[in-house]
């Protein structure tokens, strides 16, 4: 058990890697993972089951603490991260598929991966949690209205079938997840260890499928849209953290805003795009899987080698939290 946990452990901090590996192959031989488009909603379910199993109550703790400044989090991630995609959709006069993949993508609540990359920038990880599980609560009602006034202009969106959507993939595994945890207690620690590689192995699998399904249209647009990811997340973390400059958030809090409003999560809306729209529309979720997390990793060792200007909060243990 301790080998697959360190396994598992080593998977999740090379997460990166792997999705750009497999993305690659499936590019070059989609034959190999075309068949696994029937099991992306699936697979996104136990990553958000596992997401799930390590939340606490204590996650909520920093709301109750400061409540004005998750707020101002959850706010700006949902503010911004769909403003710039639906702006960047007019200025590149996107294609349908493609402008509703981008705004879905940008309507989606933080990522996971924004606690790991949280930590590891030495940001206050107590609000990057505090703000990712709100997000991911208010995604039923938000995600869904966000991309309805959005995207409905390039093509149809219906709220009803996005909001159940996502309390079938998002909010009621996640709520099984924490019953199970609740009721199996320390039982659940050895699953907790190996979800990780879980939670890899289901989003390299989305992403695979995603890119095997529209490997064409990749091949003709792909340059296009990496660039309106990459500006996509850019303009998310650089807005982020002008966000709590503006509001005279402590540094610490500031690299928490930055990198919760600029992480996505992709894998959600690689299996909402998926399910509703094309393959093609699911291309900006599955380029932004892969790309957040070098750009994330790259902009928290930045941030590690800023000096806080107030006492660094308190280090909590590094999250075993599914990457996304």
Same mark, same amino acid.
Request: glycine residues 10%; charged residues 5%.
């Given at each position: 058990m301790r080998a697959l946990a360190a396994l598992s452990r080593f998977v999740g901090n090379t997460f990166a890697y792997w999705v750009l590996l497999f993305a690659v192959v499936a590019f070059f031989v989609p034959s190999w993972f075309i068949g696994l488009k029937v099991a992306i909603v699936p697979l996104l379910g136990v990553v958000m089951f596992g997401m799930g199993l390590t939340l606490k109550l204590d996650d909520f703790a920093e709301v109750a603490r400061h409540p004005w400044r998750v707020a101002l989090g959850v706010v700006a991630h949902f503010?911004?991260?769909?403003?710039v995609a639906w702006l960047l959709c007019q200025l590149f006069q996107?294609?349908?598929?493609?402008?509703?993949?981008?705004?879905?993508?940008?309507?989606?609540?933080?990522?996971?991966?924004? /606690?790991?990359m949280t930590w590891l920038a030495k940001g206050d990880l107590a609000l990057s949690v505090a703000i990712a599980a709100v997000t991911t609560l208010l995604a039923p009602l938000l995600t869904p209205a966000l991309i309805w006034l959005l995207a409905s202009a390039w093509l149809p969106v219906s709220f009803a079938d996005?909001?159940?959507?996502?309390?079938?993939?998002? $909010?009621?595994?996640?709520?099984?997840?924490?019953?199970?945890?609740r009721l199996l207690g320390e039982r659940t620690?050895?699953?907790?260890?190996?979800?990780? $590689?879980?939670?890899?192995v289901s989003i390299v699998l989305i992403v695979s499928a995603v890119v095997a399904a529209s490997q064409a249209k990749i091949a003709e647009s792909g340059l296009l849209i990496m660039a309106v990811v990459i500006l996509h997340n850019s303009f998310g973390f650089l807005?982020?953290?002008?966000?709590?400059?503006?509001?005279k958030l402590p540094l610490a809090q500031r690299k928490s805003l930055a990198l919760e409003v600029g992480m996505q999560n992709s894998g959600l809306g690689a299996a909402l795009a998926s399910a509703h729209f094309s393959p093609l529309a699911a291309v900006p979720s599955a380029l932004f899987s892969v790309w957040h /997390?070098?750009?994330?990793? $790259? $902009?928290?060792?930045?941030?590690?080698?800023?000096e806080d200007d107030v006492v660094a909060p308190v280090e909590l243990e590094k999250p075993a939290q599914p990457l996304s």
């Open positions: 503010v911004i991260m769909p403003g996107l294609p349908p598929e493609i402008a509703v993949g981008v705004i879905l993508v940008g309507c989606c609540p933080s990522g996971t991966a924004s /606690n790991v996005l909001f159940w959507s996502i309390l079938q993939v998002v $909010l009621l595994p996640i709520v099984l997840g924490v019953a199970a945890q620690r050895l699953a907790v260890d190996v979800l990780p $590689l879980v939670s890899v807005l982020g953290y002008f966000t709590g400059k503006v509001f /997390n070098i750009s994330g990793a $790259l $902009l928290a060792t930045w941030f590690r080698r800023m």
